[in-house]
């Protein structure tokens, strides 16, 4: 019953912005760790960002000082938000939501961020 819907990918410049947005619906019973993850093309998927139930952030050095994660835990939300977007940074981004009772990870389908050379 659990839904976890990512919006916000599009086509950017270099040097653009963009901010992912991550909304959980459902019977969710606790919610741990929220985070993004993404996969270029080509390769496997990685981890961006990560935000735990107590705010605590950590982010892959290839995005650290250009992305911040953030999240909003009377809406079950989370959000990525992209600066200074580069053409590495063309991936499909995923967002994943722990439950942190279950320790069961729920998964968004994807949104798509292309930055342009």
């Not at 916000?8 to 459902?26: E, P």
């Not at 929220?34 to 093309?41: D, L, N, V, Y």
């Not at 063309?90 to 279950?102: F, K, N, P, Q």
Request: aromatic share 8%.
């Amino acid at each position: 019953q659990v839904r976890v819907v990512e919006s916000g990918g599009d086509l950017v410049q270099i040097g653009g912005s963009l901010r992912l947005s991550c909304a959980a619906s459902g019977s969710l019973f606790s919610i741990g760790d929220m985070g993004w993850h993404r996969q270029p093309p080509g390769k496997q998927r990685e981890s961006v960002a990560n935000i735990t139930a107590t705010g605590i952030t950590t982010y892959a050095d290839s995005v650290k000082g250009r992305f911040t994660i953030s999240r909003d835990n009377a809406k079950n939300m989370v959000y990525l938000q992209m600066n200074s977007l580069k053409p590495e940074d063309t991936a499909v981004y995923y967002c994943v939501i722990e439950d942190g009772l279950l320790l069961y990870d729920y998964w968004g389908q994807g949104t798509q961020v292309t930055v342009s050379a």
